[in-house]
């Protein structure tokens, strides 16, 4: 019960989303609302990697609950300027943190399709070369061992139980493909 905690203050997100926008012009009710919803978006993250709860389905979940949380606070931000021509610095504290998070999103989206292709890169290049299709956990592993970070599946329940280790024979070949691509 404990692992779904992370998913549960994710999925919280929304309602509590949803109220920044109906509490837009009200800052008694809209303040409080906006700092229970920011400590959820840290809180669920620190959660998943400090007690190893996270999954693939919580970290989608919580990139759905920070685009939303983003989309929101922006649509306050247009809300307030347009409607109560607040102060300026209002606009661009709410405005700054909406960017940021927006930015965060589309670093982590970029960084998931960046290792991603990279894998494949280097899949492609052992297949031409060696005629075989190395599993993606080898490359991890191989990237460990030549002092890379790789990155961790998602959906991996501990980093300190490898299930499919690179077999010592294919090491080299891999080695070589990391090489080839300016990796090490």
């Known amino acids: ?3 779904r905690i992370p998913n549960i203050l994710s999925v919280s ?3 509590l989303s949803v109220l920044l926008v109906l509490f ?3 800052p ?3 303040i409080p609302v906006y700092i229970v919803t920011g400590i959820t978006d840290v ?4 959660l998943a990697r400090k007690f190893n709860w996270g999954t693939e389905f919580g970290a989608k979940l919580d990139g759905f609950a920070d685009a939303f949380f983003a989309t929101c606070s922006l649509s306050v931000i247009v809300v307030l300027w347009l409607h109560l021509q607040i102060e300026w610095y209002v606009i661009a504290t709410l405005g700054t943190i909406g960017l940021l998070k927006l930015i965060n999103l589309l670093t982590t989206v970029w960084r998931l399709v960046f290792h991603a292709y990279r894998s494949k890169q280097g899949q492609a290049y052992i ?3 060696f005629g075989y299709i190395p599993k993606i956990c080898w490359i991890a592993h191989m990237k460990e061992i030549c002092g890379l970070n790789p990155q961790v599946a998602a959906n991996r329940r501990s980093n300190a139980v490898k ?3 690179c077999p010592p024979e294919k090491q080299e070949d891999l ?3 990391f090489v080839h691509f300016n990796w090490i």
Request: hydrophobic fraction near 45%; aromatic fraction near 16%.
């Open 1 to 3: 019960m404990l692992r």
């Open 13 to 15: 997100r929304f309602p």
């Open 24 to 26: 837009a012009n009200q």
């Open 28 to 30: 008694a009710r809209f």
């Open 43 to 46: 809180l669920d993250g620190w």
């Open 127 to 129: 297949k031409e070369n």
């Open 163 to 165: 299930m499919y280790l």
């Open 175 to 177: 080695q070589q493909a």
